[in-house]
């Protein structure tokens, strides 16, 4: 081999590593951005709504037959779809995000530095990074799980979960 072909190589690893390192991160903030702006064209690029409603479904039915028994399946069809579709809104995305990353405070307290947004990025394999965010006054189970899917250079949000929603470890 040439030296400047491995040169080359070399530069072509490192340009691909910090794509990878760095893409799902400006997803995410370009995600957050448009859920704080209102942008619904940044929120179309960053999320696939499709693949998000069927997971949310997927990860939810099960949690509501748990807490309903018999009857919560029953009725539990109906009241998914009434509560995916709310959810699957700017407003309602934005709700629920702040509700996993911010700590609900009495009117009287003061924000401190200890309280703030602690976000972790866990790169899962090549094509899924979770990304989970909390308030650092809250313990590591009550974080929210955002995870985005790589389809050929794009990174798009395509499950939202929560220990504390599910009742159940990491989603697979």
């Not at 009857?71 to 309602?92: D, K």
Request: charged residues 20%; glycine residues 8%; aromatic residues 6%.
């Amino acid at each position: 081999m040439s030296r400047s072909f491995r040169w080359l190589l070399l530069c072509t690893l490192v340009v691909a590593g910090l794509w990878y390192h760095q893409a799902p991160r400006r997803t995410h903030d370009r995600f957050l951005t448009a859920l704080l702006t209102g942008s619904e064209s940044e929120l179309t690029a960053t999320v696939d709504f499709p693949a998000l409603r069927d997971n949310l479904k997927a990860d939810l039915a099960p949690a509501l037959a748990r807490a309903g028994g018999a009857m919560g399946a029953r009725v539990g069809g109906i009241i998914l779809e009434q509560a995916v579709n709310s959810v699957l809104t700017p407003s309602g995305l934005a709700q629920l995000v702040t509700g996993f990353g911010m700590r609900r405070r009495q009117a009287d307290e003061v924000q401190s530095v200890e309280d703030r947004t602690v976000t972790t990025y866990r790169y899962r394999s090549p094509a899924r990074v979770d990304v989970r965010m909390r308030s650092s006054a809250d313990p590591e189970s009550a974080a929210g799980i955002l995870t985005y899917t790589r389809s050929g250079l794009r990174w798009r949000l395509t499950r939202i979960t929560s220990d504390a929603l599910t009742g159940s470890g990491s989603p697979t």
